[in-house]
């Protein structure tokens, strides 16, 4: 959203969350029949900059949840590089319209940022460049590759969905996201006096956006929704010698 998003009514976010839905056929031609290609900036995108990717073909939203500090940005970064590196998990990068958006979360984790250790520059309050691009292709397939869309929200707003039915359903990404992937911050897990505090925080998230009715897409493409933890998908890893 951009900053004039955010005073918008809630009139103006269902407008918002119906053109994120809107899907219509393949590439067409310049529209200025110059046959120049429009490239991207590369910069992360707002959702209405979004619209010509959702527009063109099916767009997959993949929306990383969490509170401040638990990672979601450097998980969104380490997907990054490991695509970087080649193949992963069966997919091929295929392209990006946000690479330099990627490139600026990656830089403290780089030696060139001249950090004493890798580090994840955190998403800031009131930035609305929410959203990163991936073009993916199966390996080893010809069919089209798939884009992805990967929400990169600052913590702040996840808090103030978590104590507030209002505020989260003033996010429209939650109600259109494909795949929900909720992180708790594992050094909080790790200590006694704040491991309670902080999973009760992810289950009093994952109850508001269920009583916004935020997660109905979700419910209706999977009537029995498959939750795994990081241990479950380790362990999954594992078996197949991963």
């Known amino acids: 959203m951009t900053n004039d998003d955010k005073n918008d009514t809630p009139q103006q976010d269902s407008k918002l969350e119906q ?23 590369g910069e992360a995108l707002t959702v209405r900059e979004s619209l010509p990717i959702t527009l063109a073909r099916r767009t997959q939203l993949l929306l990383i949840a969490g509170t401040v500090g638990s990672g979601k940005t450097t998980l969104i970064t380490s997907l990054f590089h490991l695509f970087e590196r080649g193949p992963f998990a069966g997919y091929l990068f295929a392209g990006s319209d946000t690479l330099i958006g990627f490139d600026w979360r990656c830089h403290l ?18 930035e609305d460049r929410e959203l990163l691009h991936l073009r993916l292709r199966k390996k080893g397939c010809t069919t089209p590759p798939t884009d992805v869309l990967i929400s990169d929200l600052t913590g702040e707003k996840y808090v ?3 104590d507030s039915i209002d505020e989260c359903r003033r996010l429209p990404l939650l109600r259109r996201a494909d795949h929900f992937v909720l992180l708790i911050d594992s050094s909080k897990l790790s200590k006694p006096d704040a491991r309670q505090r902080a ?18 897409r979700l419910t209706k493409t999977r009537p029995e929704p498959k939750i795994n933890s990081l241990l479950d998908l380790i362990a999954q890893a594992k078996e197949a010698g991963r």
């Open 109 to 126: 984790a780089r030696t060139a940022s001249g950090a004493s250790k890798a580090n994840t520059e955190r998403t800031k309050r009131g």
């Open 19 to 41: 053109e994120l839905e809107t899907t219509v056929a393949p590439d067409e031609p310049n529209a200025n029949g110059s046959g120049l290609v429009d490239l991207p900036l």
């Open 199 to 216: 999973k009760n925080n992810a289950i009093m998230l994952l109850r508001t956006c269920l009583d916004a009715d935020q997660f109905e």
């Open 160 to 162: 103030d969905a978590k």
